[in-house]
Nanobody, 126 residues
């Protein structure tokens, strides 16, 4: 299974970006998906997750209300719409996939995920 994240860039505080994660090598609807981020000097942290069905989502408190995770199973792609960006959102963003979750489950635990993408850099200037 291969995951490729893209869409990162440089944006001013208060701006928006949309990240995408393209998946190949496995039927996309069998994978629970998540977004994580890793900022300099910090540990990797959970951002958002979406169930295989797309009907269940879960967010870290730091992004809830500003970020929206979605997926298009027909296009084998997951998205992260990021609005009202803050400098503290600056990080490398990774997408990840879990092959064992049930259809409506989400999970914020890093160790749950089996496959990881290479990351895309998001920089928010103040």
């Amino acid at each position: 299974v291969q995951l490729q994240a893209f869409g990162g860039g440089l944006v001013q505080s208060g701006g928006s970006l949309r990240l995408s994660c393209a998946v190949s090598g496995r039927t996309f609807s069998t994978l629970m998906m998540g977004w994580f981020r890793h900022a300099p000097g910090k540990e990797r942290e959970f951002v958002a997750a979406i169930s295989r069905s797309g009907s269940s989502t879960y967010y870290d408190d730091s992004v809830r209300g500003r970020f929206t995770v979605s997926r298009d199973n027909a296009k084998n792609t997951m998205y992260l719409q990021m609005n009202s960006l803050k400098p503290e959102d600056t990080a490398v963003y990774y997408c990840a996939a879990d092959r064992r979750s049930s259809y409506y489950t989400t999970n914020p635990n890093t160790r749950t995920y089996d496959y990881w993408g290479q990351g895309t850099v998001v920089t928010v200037s103040s």
